[in-house]
């Protein structure tokens, strides 16, 4: 009768150490195990994102006279979607960094802030077609952020959100969240730079990571969620999924065991 109960004991400490702890499932975690409410100093200043080729810009311009920039405004259709007429309607950076505005022809963008655009655009206007006095108003943004999300996440693909700041933890929750089996300790973000692509690495299971350079995520990013290593090995995401599993597996054998004892 002893082997029925070591093989008890194996499944009771199978079922242990392959569930998923709950610390790898709980996403911001503060480093205190204090139970009254603690305020935590973040660091949630964003550096200015700088245009890459690829983005595409929202450009508009108020005055006075109305008229007198309507020709700088494009017209969007009223049968499309808010994202659709940012897509059809604004100005894209092309291969060389510029974009194409009517009459102010090519602008090199790249690399600059919205803030800067604007300065570029509203001097160009200022010295060629308007005089101080039309008070013009001129907007740059980005036309909302678009990233791409993979792995084991509820709702993966390609999203677009209309606006101009958005955190990672935002991103996932807009994507339908990471899955039980989905490892929160090393979110991967894969980023565009000038030079190419960079690799960047997140632990969302403590409080730490709204202070990472990377939190906010920048158009174009890629979020990379990979699964735990209890998905690969099968048994469960919980002590009594495991708990089933594993007790499945080691009754057939212990029947198969006496089974050949006995013979």
Not at 8 to 36: D, F, H, W
Not at 138 to 146: N, P
Not at 194 to 215: C, E, R, V, W
Request: charged share 20%; with cysteine.
């Amino acid at each position: 009768m002893k082997y029925p109960a070591v093989l008890l004991l194996l499944v009771i400490l199978a079922s242990i150490s392959s569930c998923i702890p709950t610390k790898k499932l709980t996403y911001l975690q503060e480093n205190t195990k204090k139970a009254n409410d603690s305020l935590i100093s973040l660091h949630l200043q964003q550096q200015p994102y700088r245009v890459q080729v690829g983005d595409v810009l929202s450009v508009r311009l108020k005055a006075l006279d109305q008229e007198l920039v309507e020709f700088f405004n494009p017209i969007g259709s009223g049968s499309t979607s808010l994202d659709e007429g940012y897509y059809y309607d604004g100005f894209a950076v092309d291969r060389h960094g510029n974009i194409r505005m009517p009459t102010l022809g090519e602008l090199n963008v790249l690399g600059r802030t919205t803030e800067e655009i604007r300065g570029i655009v509203e001097g160009k206007l200022l010295e060629d077609y308007f005089e101080e006095e039309a008070n013009i108003f001129v907007t740059v943004k980005l036309a909302g952020i678009r990233y791409t999300m993979v792995g084991e996440i509820g709702g993966p693909g390609v999203k677009t959100e209309l606006t101009e700041k958005l955190s990672v933890m935002q991103a996932i929750a807009n994507a339908g969240d990471i899955s039980l089996t989905g490892d929160r300790t090393d979110v991967i973000i894969i980023r565009q730079y000038p030079g190419g692509q960079k690799i960047h690495h997140i632990d969302l299971t403590t409080i730490d990571a709204m202070n990472s350079p990377y939190y906010y995520i920048q158009p174009n990013d890629m979020i990379v969620v990979n699964p735990l290593p209890q998905k690969s090995l099968g048994a469960g995401t919980t002590g009594l999924d495991t708990f089933r599993t594993i007790l499945t597996v080691v009754t057939a054998l212990t029947t198969t065991i006496l089974l050949f004892t006995r013979l």
